[in-house]
C-alpha cells in the first residue's frame, strides 16, 4: 500500500480521483482510468490526471512512480492498456498527426539527435511549424548562443536540457509537456526555464511538468498531483496540499527529548470535530498537523509540560510541499 509507511497524511490531500482538479471542459489534458503494464506488471494502475489551459501542473512522485509513462501515454508515444487519455479532447495515439502541431514535447532525456549542432537543430524544428516563435530570440532567452554550434552530442546535461525545452516550445504549441525540465540545470538556466514556463502559462498555454525539485512544484504549480505506485494519491494546489485546512498554518513543529508517545500528543489536542496527527520523523523532532490554534499550541506546550520535558523550540506553519510529500510516499527508497 502506498501510504503505509507514511507517519500521516495531510487531511488536505485529495484521494483520487482528482476532485480538486479543474473542470473537464476547460481540461486540456483529461486521464481517466489510465493502465499501462510492463511485463504483466502495471506500473500506472488506474491513474486520474487533469490539466487545465493556461496553468501549470506538476507531477510529483517517487522513482518509479509510473509519472513518465503517464506523460508518454499523453505524448502517443506509449498506447494505454486500459483507460483513456484525452489532449485538446483527442486521443494522442489515434489523432497523433492532428495533435502533433499542437502540442510540445520534452523527453526526460531529452531525446534529441546527436549529430546536430544546437542552433542549428532548432532552427529545423522550427521550420515545421507553420508559424514558430523567432528562433534567435528564443536561442537568446535560453543561453543557448555561447554553443550553437556545437553538436548536441557534446553538450553538457544541462545544455542539452535547454535545446530540448527549446525544440518543445518552438512551434507555439497550446499544450506542453515537459519530463524533469530543470534536470541538472544550474541555478541561472533554471530561472530562465521557470521565466518561460511563466510566459507560457500567461499566454494560455498548459504545461504539464514532472520535478523531483519540491521547490520548483512550489514556484511553478498552478495544480499539483501527487503519484505513487501508479495511481494518484493526492491532488491539490500548492496550498491546499501544504495547509491542514488549506487557509492557515497547519502544523506545529517542537524539538525536544526523543521518544515521546505522540498518541498521547494526538489524545491531548483531541476536541470535537478537529482531526489532528502526529508523528516524529527524526528523534527529538516531532510535527503535528490540524487546525493549529492558540488553544492547540497551548495543548502542546502543556504535553510537554505534564511530562517534564523541556521544548528548545516550538514553531507554527504551514508545511512545506517536501513535509506533504514525504509523509504522503514515505521515507523509503526506492
Ligand atoms: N519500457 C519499459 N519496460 C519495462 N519496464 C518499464 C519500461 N519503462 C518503464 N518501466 C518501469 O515502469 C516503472 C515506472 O517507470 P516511470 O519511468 O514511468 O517512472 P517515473 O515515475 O517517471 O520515475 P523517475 O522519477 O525515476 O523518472 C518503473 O518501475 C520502470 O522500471
Same mark, same amino acid.
Given at each position: 500500500? =502506498? ?17 480538486? *482538479? ?24 488506474? !491513474?486520474?490526471?487533469? /490539466? ?10 517517487? $522513482? ?12 502517443? !508515444? ?15 495515439? /489515434?489523432?497523433?498527426?492532428? @495533435? ?14 546527436? %549529430?546536430?549542432?544546437? #542552433?542549428?537543430? @532548432? ?7 507553420? *508559424? ?9 532567452? +535560453? ?20 535545446? /530540448? !525545452? ?6 507555439? =504549441? ?9 534536470? %541538472? ?34 514556484? +511553478? ?19 491546499? #496540499? ?5 487557509? %492557515? ?9 526523543? %521518544? ?7 489524545? /491531548? @489536542? *483531541? ?27 497551548? *495543548? ?31 521515507? $523509503?527508497?526506492?
Amino acid at each position: 500500500m =502506498p501510504l503505509s509507511d507514511a507517519p500521516a497524511r495531510p487531511r488536505t490531500a485529495s484521494a483520487a480521483p482528482d476532485d480538486a *482538479a479543474p473542470d473537464a471542459d476547460d481540461a486540456a489534458v483529461r486521464v481517466r482510468g489510465l493502465v499501462k503494464r510492463y511485463d504483466g506488471r502495471a506500473v500506472v494502475d488506474g !491513474l486520474d490526471l487533469t /490539466a487545465a489551459q493556461g496553468a501549470v501542473t506538476a507531477v510529483l512522485g517517487p $522513482n518509479g512512480a509510473g509519472k513518465t509513462t503517464t506523460i508518454e501515454c499523453c505524448e502517443g !508515444l506509449r498506447s494505454p492498456d486500459g483507460g483513456t487519455v484525452r489532449v485538446l479532447g483527442l486521443d494522442p495515439v /489515434a489523432d497523433a498527426r492532428r @495533435l502533433r502541431p499542437r502540442v510540445g514535447v520534452m523527453l526526460q532525456d531529452g531525446g534529441l539527435p546527436t %549529430g546536430v549542432r544546437a #542552433l542549428e537543430l @532548432l532552427r529545423h524544428v522550427a521550420a515545421m511549424y507553420a *508559424a514558430p516563435r523567432p528562433v534567435d530570440e528564443l536561442a537568446e532567452r +535560453l543561453g543557448l548562443h555561447g554553443f550553437a554550434r556545437t553538436t548536441v552530442r557534446r553538450l553538457s546535461g544541462g545544455q542539452r536540457q535547454r535545446v /530540448a !525545452l527549446a525544440a518543445a516550445v518552438v512551434g507555439r =504549441p497550446e499544450v506542453v509537456f515537459l519530463d524533469e525540465p530543470s534536470a %541538472g540545470m544550474d541555478p541561472q538556466s533554471r530561472r530562465a526555464v521557470w521565466d518561460l514556463v511563466r510566459e507560457l502559462r500567461a499566454d494560455g498555454v498548459a504545461i504539464v511538468l514532472t520535478t523531483h525539485l519540491m521547490d520548483e512544484a512550489a514556484d +511553478l504549480a498552478d495544480h499539483v498531483h501527487v503519484v505513487d505506485h501508479g495511481r494518484v494519491i493526492a491532488s491539490g494546489s500548492v496550498r491546499e #496540499l501544504t495547509s491542514a485546512d488549506g487557509a %492557515g498554518p497547519g502544523s506545529v513543529r517542537v524539538e525536544a527529548a526523543p %521518544g515521546l508517545d505522540v498518541t498521547t500528543l494526538v489524545e /491531548a @489536542l *483531541a476536541e470535537p470535530g478537529a482531526d489532528w496527527t502526529a508523528a516524529e520523523p527524526e528523534p527529538g523532532v516531532y510535527t503535528v498537523t490540524g487546525p493549529v490554534s492558540p488553544a492547540a499550541v497551548a *495543548a502542546v506546550t502543556g504535553w510537554l509540560a505534564e511530562r517534564g520535558v523541556l521544548a528548545r523550540s516550538v514553531t507554527t506553519g504551514s508545511r512545506t510541499l517536501e513535509d506533504v510529500f514525504l509523509d504522503l510516499t514515505g521515507r $523509503n527508497l526506492r
